[in-house]
């Protein structure tokens, strides 16, 4: 194949950027115009009949401009023109009604029983032995007895129920928890099972056993959980039962609402229902019939409208011949649960539930209760937070909602009973924050006089202090009400119950006051934390703190300024905690610090925190969390600013630098910040450094060429090296872009075939495409060096390129060439299209010297001969597609920047469009579309040569 | 095979009163259709005596003189001699319910003498308050040694409407001895006689614990019983047999001293 010149097509930029540039026209006041702004002149505010709801509108008044969606709108805007024509007493009674509604169904705000579950089933263990007791009646041991008259059986059959006597007895002993806990699963599921099965009365055996646990209190310690454990199973029976009967109320016809009444309740359905009540009564023994009785409280529905409004007094009565307090403050938790589910309304039940609990209360101190807690070796102080569970559950349910007069009787009558540490915690956990906030030093008062031997005190205060948290006590009393309980706090000497109370308390501490009220909490909690090593078993606790202190001190200034902070960090020993710790004050910092800081104080505590992160990466670290950490380093830094002190700021970049060299992504950041930094000096010189700035840019753009190399990605390293590049072009330092573009060249051989991105591995070569393509537009006003030779840079990535291993199913080294044409072309031009300001590109300092011309022409004929060697290995059958996109596209690129005056490179393009079409691969409407645009091209002026171009064009038709 | 027959009755509870229409279908269901002789429907009643495993020998004198009684019988040909197609076939019946000649229908009723199939009584109210403490007991040996105690309640009648519930009020005002268990104990007393003699026995059907353990002093425990369909009817006194009911309040304390109350119960349907 013959040689072809390449002749570039001259350019005048100046003249076509402003042919293409769409013509300004000046705009007469009152035009139409979509951008222009709309000015409001009159604004009226139309009060509406609503209280508190007005709405204002707004019209422009000039005519000419029509503000779409004022004019639609006639002035008033559909909302407020809603809430103008709504009946309001239409409004009133809707909000009535919903009144009504959150007054009878439960809200979001009360907390449910399942968040209760897992808190209780956690604290209430146990290391002690347990025993299960089951007496599943069985049959064989009826055999025994021979009974003839039918009677006998059928009583047979209903005494099974709750039979012990004879039938096959089942003791489990010596199980741990963890084995209790399985048996228990394993009752539920067998329940389940037994239900499938169809044998109903063998799951009402599994229920009225498992009910009957709950009379056993030996192992006391772990009632709470036995009878979480167990009201689940309760609970799962009272589902099946109900949904067993409201099955039998679904006709193939119809479905029953979920609100129901008893009228379209069938009589099989009743019959049934009526069926299972009436076994349950005869339930021998109190327990097991008062639970089984209230796990399907809710089918009373299906027999009358005032079934549950009877049933649950009746219940609330029945759970009085329960002679165990805890059993029965249990079982009136279970009523007062279920109840809520099925009638929140019927709020009688509940107070009644309550106030006989108070009636009930003296037991706990009487002689039945007592020995029982000799024998079982259980202290008071253990025993009684048992009844915690179940009392703020029935003081929660009873407080939801509930008036204020309700609950200071309430408390009236909780005061009226000796020892009420128990009743007042309850009372605090339960009530309405605000109401106890209010009465803050009242319940001070009561818990001071509290008897020491009963409740533990320090969970008094801790209650005391979660309300607190949630709602602010009188302006007045807040520092009485934090010495008063302060003074209890610091003298408790187990570790463990100081550290549960101060948490709570720090919380109020910080939001009511200042930095050293703060400071004299957390050094007391150092006080007590740190004898034995006692912090080492309560991080969360410790942990916990932190977390309140940062989330209340979002100025770091004074965070940091508290003395006893960076100490108080000291306690975090292990290493896990520590970075958590540490992570959780980078994340406040980052998200509520707003101004970049100099502060020394934050800066020198700040990078002590980040370094403890930076430190724990190790080689076992996982990508996410490097990740998670160099994002919160990344937000410190960028938080950094010295103002116009730019040398302390590269000085803080350097020590940065030393500091988190395990982490690249902060490297990179580095990088960035100086490049940023620099270019900052260039616009505060204005562009026109003086010897000292110059030596500080030099400086920055020296930090950047050292640190490259010892960053990792490869593509990283490539684009940091031109990025830092072009700010060392920008801020004149030629030599030192000059080692950037060398350095960047130099490693192009090292681009792998593939690279690792997000865990998979993809070709690099679409990206080493990108990057190149980058780097020519780069390419075009780096001036040559005066000692080396003309286009040297651009000669030694053609090297490169030429010397690379490209993939041989790929046309990129192709379309690599092309751009290199096209950069080639755009440097003959004598004016290029863009400058650096301040460098003297190429062109002026060739000023189109014909040597220099003749050396990029020589450049541009070996390129177009590697494209066109490899257009001809494509001749290939599997690679005809290949060859005919490739043809067309280096036709593209003579049209675009070649000068097709010349004969022989208008002979080439003619050759390269039949070359296109040759083998049907074209897509005939991009021919078409071509061949529109050169006819369109040649009447412009100077383009008459394209008509006869056009001419020697044909069309393939397809056939 | 694969014939069945199933007798359905329309009211879902069962219980029919006297000069009440009787109503259901009878489904006959089978693969193939079968050929049948005719389908007739047959309603008997009867009063007869059973022997108690528990009683043998002491009744055998007059079991014999003691026939089956019918109170009912009524046959009615549903249908003819033919053939029943394949599939499900229901045959829909009616029946007056009238008591033969001028006997009395009793309701139905399990016991161990006597089965009743299917009286009506005014109730009254009668409540009885008590009080029991080691003073009023019967049958105690030394009541020195029992401990102290005073148990007081009442119950609200002791005319029952067995479709009600038995309802009173309990309250341990004092007990030197820790309570176990306060039970309900609801009795049956059956008497059968003729002129050879009379057998009465006295059946405990049913059993309810009201307290568990030490309850509370001075704190009302409710009374509250469901009474047993199955085992229940309305108080019975006819020239043959009478059938009665009684409750016990068993009180149980520590050192297992049981103490007992009974109260004769009457019980009608209204």
């Not at chain 1, 009910?211 to 030996?218: E, V």
Request: glycine share 4%; charged share 25%; proline share 4%.
């Amino acid at each position: 194949m013959a040689v072809f010149p390449w002749h570039p097509r001259s350019r005048n930029y100046k003249a076509e950027f402003a042919s293409c540039r769409l013509e300004a026209v000046p705009l007469e006041f009152g035009d139409y115009h979509p951008l222009k702004p709309i000015t409001v002149t009159e604004s009226k505010t139309k009060k509406v009949s609503r209280k508190g709801s007005t709405s204002s509108t707004s019209s422009s008044s000039s005519s000419s401009v029509v503000d779409p969606l004022s004019s639609v709108l006639d002035g008033t805007d559909p909302l407020s023109m809603f809430a103008a024509t709504a009946d309001p007493a239409a409004t009133d009674s809707s909000r009535k009604r919903r009144d009504r509604d959150e007054n009878s169904i439960i809200g979001s705000d009360f907390e449910p029983w399942a968040n209760k579950r897992g808190e209780i089933l956690a604290r209430y263990t146990t290391t002690e032995k347990l025993s299960i007791n089951l007496f599943m009646g069985s049959e064989k041991g009826k055999a025994g007895t021979a009974t003839s008259a039918m009677s006998e059986k059928v009583r047979t059959r209903l005494e099974e129920l709750d039979d012990f006597e004879e039938g096959s007895q089942k003791e489990l002993l010596n199980l741990t928890q963890q084995d209790y806990v399985n048996r228990i699963e394993e009752l539920n599921q067998s329940l389940k099972d037994a239900w499938a099965s169809d044998q109903k009365v063998k799951a009402l055996k599994i229920v009225i056993q498992c009910s009957k646990l709950l009379s056993d209190t030996s192992v006391i310690q772990f009632y709470p959980s036995k009878f979480v454990l167990i009201t689940d199973i309760l609970d799962t029976f009272g589902k099946l039962v109900y949904e067993r009967i409201f099955s039998m109320c679904v006709d193939n016809r119809s479905v029953l609402p979920d609100h129901f009444s008893p009228e379209n309740v069938n009589d099989t359905a009743k019959e049934t229902c009526l069926n299972w009540f009436f076994k349950i009564a005869s339930i021998r023994e109190l327990i097991p019939r008062f639970y089984v009785e209230a796990s399907i409280l809710k089918c009373n529905k299906f027999l009358s409208k005032t079934g549950i409004s009877e049933c649950l007094p009746r219940l609330t009565c029945m759970i009085r011949g329960i002679g165990d307090p805890l059993v029965s403050v249990y079982a009136r938790a279970y009523l007062c649960r279920v109840g809520m589910e099925v009638a929140p309304h019927l709020k009688e039940s509940l107070n009644k539930n309550f106030f006989d609990f108070l009636l009930t209360f003296k037991q706990i101190h009487g002689d039945t209760v007592q020995n029982q807690l000799v024998v079982q070796g259980v202290e008071l102080p253990s025993y009684l937070p048992l009844y915690s569970p179940a009392m703020d559950w029935i003081f929660q349910c009873i407080s939801y909602h509930a008036p204020e007069a309700l609950l200071t009787e309430m408390m009236e009558r909780c005061k009226k009973l000796g020892n009420n540490a128990l009743l007042l915690n309850s009372v605090m956990s339960a009530f309405r924050a605000e109401f106890i906030a209010t009465r803050s030093m009242d319940f001070i008062g009561m818990i001071k006089e509290c008897d020491e031997s009963g409740f533990p005190k320090h969970l008094l205060f801790r209650s005391l202090g979660l309300n607190l948290a949630l709602a602010d006590p009188p302006e007045g009393d807040r520092l009485q009400i934090l010495n008063e309980a302060w003074k209890v706090i610091t003298k408790l000497k187990n570790p463990q119950d100081y550290i549960n109370c101060a948490e709570v308390w720090v919380e109020y501490t910080c939001k009511h006051f200042t930095k050293r009220e703060v400071n004299t909490v957390l050094a007391d909690v150092i006080k007590h934390m740190t004898p034995d090593r006692a912090f080492e078993d309560s991080y969360p606790q410790l942990q916990s703190i932190i977390k309140k202190v940062i989330a209340h001190f979002h100025d770091f200034s004074i965070l940091f300024s508290v003395e006893k902070f960076l100490p108080f960090l000291d306690m975090f020993q292990k290493e896990s905690v520590r970075v958590e710790v540490c992570k959780c004050i980078m994340e406040v910092f980052i998200k509520h610090q707003q101004e970049p800081t100099k502060d020394p104080v934050i800066l020198n505590a700040l990078l002590h925190v980040c370094k403890t992160t930076h430190d724990s990466v190790n080689a076992l670290t996982l990508e996410d969390e490097k990740r998670t950490l160099a994002y919160l380093i990344n937000g410190f830094i960028k938080m950094v600013s010295f103002g116009r002190d730019f040398e302390q700021q590269l000085s803080f970049y350097v020590e940065a630098r030393s500091m988190f060299c395990n982490l690249e992504p902060v490297l990179v950041q580095l990088i960035h910040s100086v490049n940023r930094l620099a270019m900052e000096t260039r616009k505060v010189m204005k562009g026109n450094h003086s010897r000292k700035t110059a030596a500080f840019v030099r400086a920055c753009v020296a930090y950047c060429f050292i640190t490259i190399p010892s960053l990792v990605g490869i593509f990283t390293r490539l684009n940091l090296y031109l990025h830092s590049g072009q700010v060392a072009l920008a801020n004149q330092c030629l030599s030192q872009a000059d080692a950037f573009f060398k350095a960047a060249i130099s490693l192009i051989p090292e681009v792998p075939k593939m690279i690792n991105i997000d865990g998979k591995m993809r070709p690099s070569e679409s990206f080493l495409l990108e990057f190149l393509c980058n780097f020519f537009s780069t390419l075009l006003i780096v001036p040559d060096h005066p000692e080396h030779g003309v286009l040297f840079l651009v000669r030694e990535l053609l090297n490169v390129i030429q010397d690379y291993t490209w993939e041989d199913s790929s046309d990129d080294k192709i379309r690599i060439y092309t751009c290199v044409l096209h950069l080639l072309s755009a440097m003959s031009q004598e004016s290029y299209l863009y400058h650096v300001d301040k460098v003297d590109s190429n062109d002026s300092l060739y000023g189109g010297d014909s040597k220099f011309l003749a050396e990029n022409n020589k450049l541009c004929e070996t390129v177009m001969a590697q494209i066109l060697e490899h257009l001809k290995t494509l001749a290939k059958d599997e690679a005809l597609k290949r060859q005919s996109s490739l043809g067309l596209s280096f036709f593209n690129s003579i049209l675009a920047h070649g000068d097709l005056r010349n004969n022989r490179l208008n002979q080439l393009s003619v050759n390269l469009w039949h070359l296109a079409q040759r083998h049907g691969c074209a897509d005939t409407r991009t021919m078409v579309k071509t061949l529109e645009y050169i006819k369109k091209r040649s009447k412009q002026p100077d383009m008459g040569h394209l008509t006869e171009l056009a001419l020697r064009l044909p069309l393939q038709t397809r056939t | 095979m694969g014939t069945s027959l199933d007798i359905k009755i329309k009211r879902a509870n069962k219980v029919y009163h006297a000069g009440e229409v009787l109503s259901g279908v009878v489904v006959i269901s089978g693969k193939d259709s079968i050929q049948h002789q005719g389908v007739s429907l047959t309603v008997e009643g009867s009063v007869n005596l059973q022997l108690s495993a528990k009683s043998v020998g002491v009744f055998e004198a007059f079991y014999n003189s003691v026939k089956p009684i019918q109170i009912i019988s009524s046959t009615i040909e549903m249908v003819k001699p033919g053939k029943f197609p394949s599939g499900k076939t229901e045959i829909p019946f009616e029946f007056p319910l009238h008591v033969k000649g001028n006997k009395v229908l009793y309701e139905t009723y399990h016991g161990v003498f006597v089965n009743i199939q299917p009286q009506k009584g005014k109730l009254t109210p009668s409540p009885v308050d008590f009080t029991i403490t080691p003073e009023t007991l019967q049958n105690v040996k030394e009541r020195a040694l029992l401990p102290k105690f005073l148990i007081r309640g009442h119950l609200n009648s002791t005319n029952c409407v067995i479709t009600q519930p038995l309802t009173g009020e309990l309250v341990v005002e004092s007990s030197e001895a820790a309570i176990k268990s306060i039970e309900l104990q609801l009795v049956r007393v059956e008497t059968c006689g003729c002129a050879e003699g009379y057998a009465r026995d006295a059946t405990e059907i049913q059993n309810i614990q009201i307290a568990d353990g030490d309850v509370c002093r001075s704190l009302s425990v409710p009374i509250y019983m469901v009474f047993p369909r199955l085992f229940t009817c309305p108080t019975l006194e006819t020239t043959n047999f009478k059938v009665e009911f009684e409750v016990n309040i068993v009180v149980l304390l520590h050192a297992d001293h049981l103490i007992t109350e009974n109260f004769p119960l009457k019980l009608c349907r209204v």
